[in-house]
């Protein structure tokens, strides 16, 4: 954002003196208004060791100068963040030392990939009653919360709310892992903790068996035409063979 700004802020409770140490801060703020976020340099300090020369500058310490430039390297990392594109609103400034990883919104990323693929109406519902479960479950906010424990723990959850087919499970679990596939590949996702957890597998339909009464019927049925004949015939022939 090109509309905030930042200053070195020391001992804003106003304790520091001459023996107690007070807090060296970075504020950043919108221009012309009050909004303002304050971040920590973990660096304490004695008054008579702060002066604002040149922003922030040490003085009567034996670290003086590395604790200047420690100071000076955080602050320009914190306004290179803030002139980036990943901040979008000043609320975004906490997130200055986080990896995208931290930041991404799993529930975004997959309603954003979702609307690109164009998706039928089937699918459409489909992927939006898993994101909604994701919504419930409520511990997969970002895709640094994507690992193994939670997967297993969201397949307990879905097991706990109505989904206990093998079939549906399985179906919930692949279109997640093909979202986490693409973050992988984008890079917002450290892995595919998918390779870890075995899948439900999917219970296939018994077989449908013809009864004998049924087969009579079929060998004794005298088709009306050349091409029932051989309808009839190729049938009777799979039937005894076993031939898909």
Request: charged residues 25%; aromatic residues 12%.
């Amino acid at each position: 954002m090109d509309n905030l700004q930042l200053r070195f802020v020391f001992d804003r409770l106003n304790q520091a003196n001459e023996t107690k140490k007070g807090l060296l801060q970075i504020e950043v703020r919108m221009t012309g208004t009050y909004i303002k976020k304050m971040i920590s340099t973990g660096i304490h300090l004695t008054k008579n060791q702060f002066s604002n020369k040149n922003g922030f500058t040490c003085k009567n310490h034996s670290n003086a100068i590395a604790i200047t430039g420690q100071a000076t390297s955080l602050f320009r990392k914190i306004e290179a963040f803030v002139l980036s594109p990943n901040c979008k609103t000043i609320e975004d400034v906490k997130n200055w030392n986080k990896s995208e990883e931290e930041t991404q919104s799993v529930i975004e990323f997959m309603k954003i990939q979702l609307a690109k693929s164009n998706p039928t109406r089937a699918t459409h519902e489909h992927h939006s009653a898993l994101i909604r479960q994701i919504e419930r479950f409520g511990r997969i906010k970002y895709f640094s919360d994507i690992n193994y424990g939670n997967i297993v723990d969201f397949d307990r959850y879905l097991k706990s709310n109505g989904v206990h087919e093998n079939s549906t499970l399985n179906k919930r679990h692949s279109t997640f892992r093909q979202y986490i596939k693409k973050a992988v590949y984008m890079g917002y996702c450290p892995k595919d903790p998918y390779f870890e957890f075995k899948m439900p597998q999917k219970k296939g339909k018994d077989p449908t068996y013809l009864e004998q009464s049924e087969i009579d019927k079929i060998l004794n049925y005298n088709p009306v035409n050349e091409r029932l004949q051989r309808v009839r015939d190729l049938f009777v022939f799979q039937m005894f063979t076993g031939l898909a």
